[in-house]
Each structure stands twice: as C-alpha cells, then as structure tokens.
C-alpha cells in the first residue's frame, strides 16, 4: 500500500484502498497528470463548474476505471475529468457519483473519493441538489454544507476506525467561499437513504434534529474523505422545498429542471471558488 494510505493499515481491508490505487494509476495513465490536488464530485444543478474552472487536459469514461461504475440517473454525467486550473494546479472531476441507494454497498459510494486521494488530492469538494428545510432558503440557492446528520445508518469505514468528525466541513473552506460570494447561508445536511424522498413527517423529524437541507449522497463521502485526511468543501443546491415545506408532490423532473435553471449562476460560483483554493 502506498505512503497515502499507509496508516489505515491496521484499520479493516485493505481491499478498498488497494482498488483505489489501482484507479488512480490508471487515472494518471489516461490523463497524462501524475498528481492532482482538488477534486470535485459534481451533483444535480453543478456539472457545468467543470467548464467553467480551467482547460480539461482530459475525458476519461468513467466505466473504464477499475471501482467505477456506470451512473444509475439520468442528468447525470460519467465521465472523469482532469483540468488544469488557471493557478497551475490540477483538478479531477468525478462526473460518476454512485449513490447508496443503489444499493452497490458503500465501498462503491465512497471509491470516488478514495481515488482522489490516492492520485494526491488534498482538497476535496462534495456538491449536491437537495430539498431545502429552512423556509429562508429558496429553490435555486447554493448553501455551504458546515455539518450533516447521517441516516443511512452506515458508514464507509471498516472495523475500530475511530475518526474525528468535528470540523468535518472545513470552516476555513466555507469562509473562503464566501470571499466570493458574502451571502452564501450555512446548513446542516441531512442524509437519508433514498431513493424514496423523504415523507413530510421525516422532514419534520430532520428539522427537529437541527437540519436545514435534505439530500440522498455526500454525508458518506465527506466521512470517507476525512478518513483519508482530505479538507472537505460541501455544497448543495436547493433544487425544491423538502417533502411538505412545500404543499406540492415532489418530483425527479422538477429537481433536473431547477438544477438546469440554476446551472450557469452556480457552476460560475463554484468556479470562481476553486480558483481561490
Ligand atoms: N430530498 C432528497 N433528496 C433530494 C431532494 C429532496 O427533497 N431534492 C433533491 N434531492
């Protein structure tokens, strides 16, 4: 196992991190980047951030990668990007997040940033669509990620890893967010297994609990990517009012179609952010 991993050696398989390595080695072989210090792994309303950061050195398929599996929704896009940021510095773009209700385990969820990792990333940002809770947050808002509550009730890491959470959505990130963007809210995001969304009474519960979005991905990664030592930036995009904050039925379309609405603004963010890291 390589010096990156090297100290969850005693702590469960190393199969994942082996399968990681494996991935970043053909990552470094198809891009022609032997390292790479962001990644971004670009969820529903975000994708085209990608355009907008840098010049794609490379497209790679993501389905050609050892770990990485086709993705499961449609407006999602599979591919797995280097880009050479206007700093110097070289991103890696997941567009192939493979989500925990696909029920592929969550070694499969969490390998994406696993990979980054091995390929040298240090920084690692996790963006999202999401239903919004707090009524101050309208449809088409990106909020800073600064905690979560995660309800899938598992968790990437194997045996007696004890790994500290606190601080997991870097508050030196989310300041330097908004050094771009002032008005930029703060919420705690709530993870729920999906792929149902969530009834009107479990959004009330995650409201009690102190949520303010709810989503279906990112709690597990960001764990994974502390794990492994990174700096975690979190970012959803409201796409819709949670399941009875808003009066209507919830549907996937709406959720595309408020993701398309926001794009440009938010990926110019999102852009305009990584460019500052
Ligand atoms: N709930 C869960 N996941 C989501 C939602 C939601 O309301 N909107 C977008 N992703």
Same mark, same amino acid.
């Given at each position: ?197 969530? $009834? !009107?009474?479990?959004? &009330?519960?995650?409201?009690?609990? +102190?949520?303010?979005?709810? #989503?279906?991905?990112? %709690? /597990?990664? =960001? ?24 009066? $209507? !039925?919830?549907?996937? &379309?709406?959720?595309?179609?408020? +993701?398309?609405?926001?794009? #440009?603004?938010?990926? %110019? /963010?999102? =852009? ?6």
């Amino acid at each position: 196992m390589s010096k990156i991993f090297e100290n969850l050696h005693n702590h469960g398989s190393s199969e994942p991190f082996d399968l990681a390595l494996e991935a970043a080695a053909v990552i470094a072989e198809k891009t022609g980047v032997a390292s790479h210090d962001i990644a971004l792994t670009l969820g529903s309303g975000w994708a085209k951030a990608a355009d907008l950061m840098g010049e794609t050195v490379a497209s790679v398929p993501a389905a050609s990668i050892p770990g990485f599996l086709p993705p499961a929704v449609e407006g999602h896009v599979a591919s797995i990007r280097s880009i050479l940021l206007p700093n110097g510095k070289h991103a890696l773009v997941l567009g192939a997040r493979t989500h925990y209700y696909e029920g592929h385990g969550v070694r499969r969820v969490v390998h994406g940033v696993r990979t980054a990792a091995a390929t040298g990333v240090k920084t690692m940002i996790l963006t999202n669509g999401a239903g919004g809770i707090r009524e101050t947050i309208k449809p088409g808002s990106p909020v800073l990620i600064s905690d979560h509550i995660n309800l899938t009730a598992d968790s990437p890491l194997e045996g007696a890893t004890f790994v500290d959470l606190t601080d997991l959505y870097s508050h030196r990130l989310r300041e330097l967010a908004r050094t771009v963007d002032s008005t930029l809210e703060d919420g705690v995001y709530v993870q729920f297994r999906g792929p149902h969304y969530e $009834t !009107p009474a479990e959004v &009330q519960m995650a409201k009690v609990m +102190g949520g303010h979005v709810v #989503g279906m991905s990112t %709690a /597990l990664e =960001a764990i994974a990517a502390r794990q492994v030592g990174m700096e975690v930036l979190g970012l959803s995009l409201v796409t819709n009012l949670a399941a009875g904050i808003q009066k $209507t !039925p919830l549907s996937h &379309q709406e959720v595309i179609d408020a +993701g398309r609405e926001a794009e #440009g603004r938010i990926s %110019a /963010l999102l =852009a305009q952010i990584v460019t500052k890291l």
